[in-house]
């Protein structure tokens, strides 16, 4: 049977050329560890890391590549961030299409005395915007947001927020899960202050990666979340005080970001807008053929945004009349399309777009993949709901 892997949202398959035997090659020709021997392959690796900062400082145009900071993925990064520097009595605005990743730890800090709003959102997951200055109070510390929505795609207005976070002296905290590898960021031209990335998806690096980029001026507000030892300063039990050893404890995910950098060597060479172009191709496409199937919404509802304005490559969908895990399990067994059915750890964002408790399916596409896989999609719904 075919494999047509349409959940590129949770993770990108195939990983980019080369990102595979970078690992291996990494496990089985160097394998030292970094910042603590005094040999040359431990000096080779070190350059690697060194290397992978400078590709995401050029990819997110940033200027300080000793602030690109290594994490496991980006629900880490965004834990760093938001716990390094909140404190009881602040308050911040997050994005009423937040994923769980934002809004776990702001809900736990919650109960230390940080408030916080949301922004709100249209039925389409686009923002509010004019309600955004309605919300900051003279205890408005930052505006925390994702790109754009894991649920439906929808982007938000990234420049309008920073101008605003500027413009009211507060800190922009940006998850860029889902975006980044596929459309430009530039950190500087819209005043971006921490930037939360993970390297598994867009990137098309591999899992365990990911990280965050934060400006000199946030960094010096931030506490770090985790200390131990950094292979630097060792005459002392304090934490360094320097980038990125502040932030950095443990020994990293040497194999990953080896990956990573092959990955993000990868995306050098091709332009993201070509990526972005091919892969809101696909999305109209996909739109197209929904509607074609059922234009009357009672078989088929397709949740937000129905053109390719300010969107990502993600489909969402209910089927009203059949169960949408059984329709996702048909999928999967009878036609070898695996999509991803539920809340998407986004409950706010369901509620928001009118689709909680019940969730959606979820189809999201990647540059690999082509039309002939969504017409196989297309041809699996119209089997399973009998149109
Ligand atoms: C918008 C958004 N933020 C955060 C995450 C969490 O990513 P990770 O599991 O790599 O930390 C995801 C994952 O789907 C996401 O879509």
Not at 107 to 112: K, N, Y
Not at 168 to 179: C, I, M
Request: glycine share 8%; hydrophobic share 40%.
């Amino acid at each position: 049977m075919n494999r047509i892997y349409l959940d590129q949202a949770s993770t990108s398959f195939p990983k980019a050329p080369g990102v595979a035997q970078a690992m291996m090659d990494y496990l089985t020709m160097n394998g030292v560890n970094v910042n603590r021997g005094c040999y040359s392959s431990a000096y080779s690796a070190e350059e690697v890391i060194y290397e992978t900062r400078q590709l995401l400082a050029e990819l997110f145009h940033f200027s300080k590549c000793k602030n690109v900071i290594f994490t496991p993925n980006v629900t880490t990064s965004l834990n760093f961030i938001l716990k390094g520097f909140l404190k009881p009595g602040d308050h911040i605005l997050v994005s009423a299409m937040e994923h769980n990743a934002v809004m776990r730890p702001v809900v736990q800090l919650a109960s230390s005395g940080i408030s916080f709003d949301r922004i709100p959102c249209r039925t389409d997951g686009s923002m509010i915007l004019e309600k955004v200055e309605e919300l900051i109070r003279p205890e408005t510390k930052a505006i925390v947001t994702l790109h754009a929505s894991n649920v439906c795609g929808t982007r938000m207005p990234l420049d309008a927020l920073g101008e605003i976070c500027q413009r009211h002296q507060l800190y922009f905290v940006v998850d860029s899960a889902q975006t980044a590898g596929i459309v430009p960021i530039n950190m500087d031209k819209m005043h971006i202050d921490a930037l939360a990335f993970t390297g598994h998806k867009g990137l098309r690096g591999p899992q365990g990666t990911g990280g965050f980029l934060v400006s000199q001026e946030l960094a010096e507000q931030m506490e770090p979340l985790i200390s131990g030892g950094t292979g630097s300063v060792s005459h002392t039990e304090e934490i360094p005080d320097f980038m990125p050893d502040r932030f950095e404890s443990g020994t990293p995910n040497l194999p990953g970001i080896y990956g990573l950098h092959e990955a993000l060597l990868y995306l050098k060479t091709h332009s993201l807008q070509a990526i972005n172009e091919k892969e809101l191709s696909l999305t109209g496409y996909f739109l197209e053929q929904l509607q074609a199937l059922d234009d009357t919404g009672r078989h088929i509802r397709i949740i937000g945004k129905k053109d390719l304005t300010d969107r990502n490559a993600v489909v969402s969908i209910q089927t009203p009349e059949i169960d949408m895990s059984q329709v996702a399990w048909q999928l999967d067994n009878e036609y070898g399309v695996m999509t991803r059915v539920g809340l998407h750890c986004a409950p706010n964002a369901h509620k928001t777009l009118g689709t909680y408790p019940a969730g959606t399916i979820r189809f999201s596409f990647g540059p690999e993949n082509t039309k002939n896989e969504l017409d196989f999609a297309i041809q699996g719904l119209k089997k399973i709901l009998d149109l």
